[in-house]
């Protein structure tokens, strides 16, 4: 399978833990997007990368929350002192260079975060 | 403010009928409309992507529409199957000339449900 792929793809934590997720983009996509879905919710925007770059963080990205993508392949985010809040499914999306698509993005599974 | 509202947030129908879902949006300046389909638990998989020249669009059982002077769109689903049960999410791409990637607008999407 060579889509955009999650890990893990269900997480439950205690309120207050750190959590850790991975996303592995399709190969070659240069450009990498971080998003937030609560239920009946579309997603929301937090953060966008291209290659190593950040160039892009929401307003939703608190102090809590990193990303980073070390080598400008995969992507890892970070949510210190977990909240019931955070509850949600973390989706990542990937998208090739610009010049070739209407930035298409393309998404993983998704990762779902249960804080208890 | 960019918006985009889908209607209705919600729709049941019998496998083989037809329904058309409703995309409104408020997003300037436009660059693409896209729909996407979202299975419970997965990530959003792209169904059509239309640009401003683009009237209708057709992917299968799908076909989009697009009205650039009004700002809507409709996704309309022939013959139905119990597997086009999901979310369908309608996304604005708003161009964003000086930043790093154009913004996307996601509804809170359509939720449907074909019962056999």
């Known amino acids: 399978d060579t889509g955009v792929s999650q890990d893990p793809r269900h997480k439950i934590t205690k309120r207050g833990q750190n959590v850790t997720f991975r996303c592995d983009p399709i190969?070659?996509?240069?450009?990498l997007y971080w998003y937030r879905q609560t239920l009946g919710q579309g997603p929301e925007f937090l953060t966008y990368f291209q290659n190593e770059a950040q160039l892009e963080k929401s307003r939703l990205l608190s102090d809590r929350f990193s990303a980073e993508r070390p080598k400008g392949s995969f992507s890892t985010l970070e949510i210190q002192r977990t909240e019931q809040g955070d509850s949600a499914m973390y989706l990542c999306?990937?998208?090739?260079?610009?010049?070739?698509?209407?930035?298409?993005?393309?998404f993983g599974p998704g990762t779902r975060l249960t804080v208890l | 403010k960019n918006q985009v509202e889908q209607s209705p947030q919600s729709l049941i129908i019998l496998e083989g009928k037809n329904c058309t879902l409703q995309c409104n949006y408020t997003v300037s300046p436009f660059s693409n409309l896209r729909w996407y389909k979202q299975d419970t638990g997965r990530g959003p998989v792209s169904l059509t992507i239309?640009?401003?020249?683009?009237n209708t669009k057709s992917n299968r059982r799908y076909t989009a529409t697009l009205d650039a002077d009004t700002k809507q769109s409709s996704l309309h689903i022939t013959a139905s199957q119990l597997s086009d049960s999901a979310s369908y999410i309608c996304?604005?791409?708003?161009?964003?000339?000086?930043?790093?990637?154009?913004?996307?607008?996601f509804g809170t999407g359509t939720l449907l449900a074909v019962q056999p």
């Open positions: 239309m640009t401003f020249s683009e």
């Open positions: 999306a990937s998208s090739p260079p610009a010049r070739r698509s209407y930035n298409e993005q393309f």
């Open positions: 190969s070659e996509h240069n450009r």
């Open positions: 996304v604005v791409s708003a161009a964003n000339y000086g930043g790093a990637t154009n913004k996307l607008i």
